[in-house]
């Protein structure tokens, strides 16, 4: 079980800090990271952080978004700094096991960025 925390309304140029919480699953993790929610079923990358620490961002938010993975890496956080209302969205935690194809998904969490 993957539970999400910390969203919430902020005003362009505003901070926030995502975490993610991974309980429940015994194996090592892999890759874990944060995607947002679009049209339909489809899910965009938002910041991505593999078990050594590699880190990957989408474009359009590389230096303003920060991941990062703590507590035995099965905490994942996000610091979103100088938001953007087009950063408006669910946020969707992610896990994925270190062997194997299983997958997890949180079920996600408001952020809303509005003057």
């Known amino acids: 079980q993957l539970v999400e925390s910390g969203g919430g309304l902020v005003q362009p140029g505003g901070s926030l800090k995502l975490s993610c919480e991974v309980s429940?699953?015994?194996?090592?993790?892999?890759?874990m990271g944060w995607y947002r929610q679009g049209p339909g079923d489809q899910r965009d990358l938002v910041a991505l952080?593999?078990?050594?620490?590699?880190?990957t961002y989408a474009d359009s938010v590389k230096g303003r978004f920060t991941v990062w993975r703590t507590n035995g890496r099965k905490t994942t956080k996000l610091q979103m700094n100088n938001l953007k209302p087009e950063d408006t969205g669910v946020y969707l935690c992610?896990?994925?096991?270190?062997?194997?194809?299983?997958?997890?998904w949180g079920q996600g969490t408001q952020v809303t960025v509005s003057s």
């Open positions: 992610y896990a994925h096991l270190l062997v194997g194809t299983d997958e997890f």
């Open positions: 429940g699953i015994q194996t090592s993790l892999g890759d």
């Open positions: 952080i593999a078990r050594d620490g590699t880190e």
